[in-house]
């Protein structure tokens, strides 16, 4: 079976899922608490930021900080246990289908799932803006290109976050665990991100990356630089080890 066919076999099992629907629920938390707290962008000025940036790297910070990794610990949970519950995967493991591609191919959804959340990010902050600028009689509009680079960028800086929760899923057969883990992973992000180790933590790239931003938009907040060197080579590195890691030990156990 060839990687796309396996791809797609993965992607169908997850239609009779309610997976599509976790992907709305923090999209929708993060714009409606922008709209009805939008106001609040006004006083940002006194910090060198106009309402419409502040407007939106505020709802961002809150989604890359908090929101999106939250989200992929669950979807790693969800995807390792559709098949986990029926012994599915044994079915599977049995078939001459090589461990690895179905590794891989289960990754490839996690991250096919993490783009189309941000994408909805992206196409809600419109109806939110409009409805925000209604609201209060100000455009909070930036321009679309920005955000969708941003909404871009926010995908690739997140890959080696998703391949460290792909591998606590494969590593933790207890999805309560997992959970668990994966979860208490966000609480340091904040920590993280305001020391000179930060690259070594990939769940606080996606709000050090948006921190960054913040900084270069907020005249008064002074800079907030990331330096590539070490940064992408420590990235790289987190992403291949840990599916490396996943590849070699995925299915191991259920074989026995």
């Known amino acids: 079976m060839s990687f796309l066919s396996l791809f797609s076999v993965e992607f169908k099992k997850l239609r009779r899922s309610k997976i599509f629907l976790i992907l709305l629920v923090p999209v929708l938390l993060i714009w409606i608490m922008a709209v009805i707290n939008a106001d609040i962008n006004f006083s940002m000025q006194r910090e060198g930021i106009s309402p419409e940036n502040s407007f939106f790297i505020q709802s961002f910070l809150g989604y890359a900080g908090?929101?999106?990794?939250?989200?992929?610990?669950?979807?790693t949970v969800l995807?390792?246990?559709?098949e986990r519950s029926n012994n599915g995967i044994l079915k599977m493991l049995s078939l001459p289908i090589?461990?690895?591609?179905?590794?891989?191919?289960?990754?490839?959804?996690?991250?096919?799932l993490m783009a189309a959340e941000i994408l909805i990010m992206f196409v809600a902050y419109f109806p939110s803006v409009m409805l925000s600028s209604k609201k209060f009689n100000y455009e909070f509009m930036i321009d679309p290109l920005y955000v969708l680079k941003i909404c871009g960028l926010l995908f690739v800086i997140s890959i080696p976050m998703a391949s460290i929760y792909w591998l606590i899923s494969v590593l933790l057969k207890n999805p309560v665990a997992s959970v668990g883990i994966g979860l208490a992973s966000v609480v340091p992000i904040v920590l993280a991100i305001n020391t000179e180790f930060w690259f070594a933590y990939p769940m606080c790239y996606?709000?050090?990356?948006?921190?960054s931003q913040m900084h270069s938009l907020a005249i008064n907040l002074?800079?907030?630089p990331i330096d590539l060197i070490p940064w992408l080579p420590v990235?790289?590195?987190f992403t291949f080890?840990?599916?490396g890691i996943a590849c070699a030990i995925f299915g191991k156990a259920e074989r026995k």
């Open 66 to 75: 908090f929101m999106l990794p939250s989200s992929l610990v669950i979807m």
């Open 79 to 82: 995807i390792s246990q559709t």
């Open 98 to 112: 090589s461990g690895v591609k179905l590794c891989l191919a289960k990754f490839c959804i996690l991250l096919s």
């Open 206 to 211: 996606p709000m050090m990356t948006i921190t």
């Open 222 to 224: 002074g800079t907030f």
């Open 235 to 237: 990235a790289m590195a």
């Open 241 to 243: 080890i840990a599916l």
